[in-house]
T-cell receptor, first 114, second 113 residues
């Protein structure tokens, strides 16, 4: 039973355009959501997070939107850059603490073409 | 400021053997979590250590065990290795009670022959 789903395995966009990565979850107890980026041969790197008390969080080129009623979140990257090419993981936890166990999606490979 | 460090980077074992993986948390962190990432999958939570005790555990058999030392570093032990244990093992560190993300190491790639 996959509680966090990233249904698209890959996305390809042109440099300068917007990248939209989607994530759905099924567990109503999840209240903290994160996006991690992973390059080959490296560990996941934290990108941005959002608490369930918010519906939007921005950090520079990255914005995460949370729709609790739809159990859906999305990551927007604007403008996309070639260096953004990586695998992106959506993760969720319950308990409003960053230390709580994370449940990850399968990941989505983003390719940004120059 | 050293981040999360894991050793070794790569390891090759045969079925039935035992393995120990090591992790040093980011400076200032007191909690260590271990994850298994199989090929094409997202990381799966194995367990978490805080104050030298197992605080949470995922759906992994007892062959997977761990330890945390007084300096907050941690070990993951896997006994009676199976072919299916081949994966990337990731360590993440954080501080209990803080709403800050977990920081990951680069992982140990374990191959079972």
């Amino acid at each position: 039973d996959q509680q966090v789903k990233q249904n698209s395995p890959s996305l390809s966009v042109q440099e300068g355009r917007i990248s939209i990565l989607n994530c759905d979850y099924t567990n109503s107890m999840f209240d903290y959501f994160l996006w991690y980026k992973k390059y080959p041969a490296e560990g996941p790197t934290f990108l941005i997070s959002i608490s369930s008390i918010k519906d939007k969080n921005e950090d520079g080129r990255f914005t995460v939107f949370l729709n609790k009623s739809a159990k859906h979140l999305s990551l927007h990257i604007v403008p996309s850059q070639p260096g953004d090419s990586a695998v992106y993981f959506c993760a969720a936890s319950a308990g409003q603490g960053g230390s709580e166990k994370l449940v990850f999606g399968k990941g989505m490979k983003l390719t940004v073409n120059p | 400021d050293a981040g999360v460090t894991q050793s070794p980077t790569h390891l090759i074992k045969t079925r039935g053997q035992q393995v120990t993986l090591r992790c040093s948390p980011k400076s200032g962190h007191d909690t260590v979590s271990w994850y298994q990432q199989a090929l094409g999958q997202g990381p799966q939570f194995i367990f978490q250590y805080y104050e030298e005790e197992e605080r949470q555990r995922g759906n992994f058999p007892d062959r997977f065990s761990g330890h945390q030392f007084p300096n907050y570093s941690s070990e993951l032990n896997v006994n009676a290795l199976l072919l299916g244990d081949s994966a990337l093992y990731l360590c993440a560190s954080s501080n209990i009670g803080e709403n800050q993300p977990q920081h990951f190491g680069d992982g140990t790639r374990l191959s079972i022959l």
